[in-house]
Nanobody, 122 residues
Framework: QVQLVESGGGLVQAGGSLRLSCAAS????????MGWFRQAPGKEREFVAG????????YYADSMKGRFTISRDNAKNTVYLQMNSLNPEDTAVYYC???????????????WGQGTQVTVSS
């Protein structure tokens, strides 16, 4: 029933930008905190950014601060991740997740999208 669908990934050169979107359905979107995570081959899934139900609170991993911006539009049931100044280390599958509270651990999120690939070339 619950579905999170990421989009906006692709191949970009270092220094470029991408805007990821996550469209949610099957849940009361405004009741959930939303998070972005990423996972590179051979590495654990890591927290990227999170946003509470209203968008009033945001939280970023240190390596993303100043480059990435998370936002949400509850009227559109969509959360976004604007990614600027991308570098090859950002290459990963990016996942959208929904949970009952803003948190940095993947286990605290109840629903997950299938992910969208972001590849940054050098």
């Amino acid at each position: 029933q619950v579905q999170l669908v990421e989009s906006g990934g692709g191949l970009v050169q270092a220094g470029g930008s991408l805007r990821l979107s996550c469209a949610a359905s099957g849940l009361t979107f405004s009741s959930y905190s939303m998070g972005w995570f990423r996972q590179a081959p051979g590495k654990e899934r890591e927290f990227v950014a999170g946003i509470n139900w209203s968008g009033g609170n945001t939280y970023y991993a240190d390596s993303m601060k100043g480059r990435f911006t998370i936002s949400r539009d509850n009227a559109k049931n969509t959360v976004y991740l604007q990614m600027n100044s991308l570098n090859p280390e950002d290459t990963a599958v990016y996942y959208c997740a929904a949970g009952l509270e803003l948190y940095y651990r993947p286990g605290r999120y109840d629903y997950w999208g299938q992910g969208t690939q972001v590849t940054v070339s050098s």
